[in-house]
């Protein structure tokens, strides 16, 4: 018995110093809808980032979601890129989410 408990605690202290030794570096880097790859050397385009531009530029224009709610829901995703889709930042990203004068779906 004494054994598993000094086996728990030795279990609980280095996963805590794991988990507090992570470099502050691991964060996600973002600039616009790109972002920073240290494998490839350079900003490559990932939805994370272009989510959170989406987000930010909606906010901008008055919506109030959040950057994780853009994220992690594609219908609010959908109804930002509504909101705020004609901006010249985010037209690319939102272009499946936008309808044409015809009442069609850009592609």
Same mark, same amino acid.
């Given at each position: 018995m004494k054994k598993t408990v000094t086996f728990a605690a030795l279990g609980?202290?280095?996963?805590?110093?794991?988990?507090?030794?992570?470099?502050?570096?691991?964060?996600i880097k973002c600039q616009g809808g790109?972002?920073?790859?240290?494998?490839?050397?350079?900003w490559i385009p990932s939805s994370y980032c272009e989510?959170?531009?989406v987000a930010s530029v909606a906010r901008s224009h008055g919506m109030r979601w959040s950057n994780a709610a853009v994220r992690q829901n594609p219908a609010i995703m959908a109804e930002a890129c +509504?909101?705020?889709?004609?901006?010249? +930042?985010?037209?690319?990203?939102c272009a499946g989410h936008m309808q044409e004068n015809d009442?069609?779906? +850009?592609?």
């Open positions: 609980s202290a280095l996963l805590f110093v794991a988990a507090t030794a992570l470099p502050a570096s691991a964060a790109n972002q920073w790859n240290s494998a490839a050397g350079g989510n959170n531009l +509504r909101f705020a889709g004609s901006d010249i +930042r985010i037209t690319d990203i009442g069609s779906h +850009r592609k």
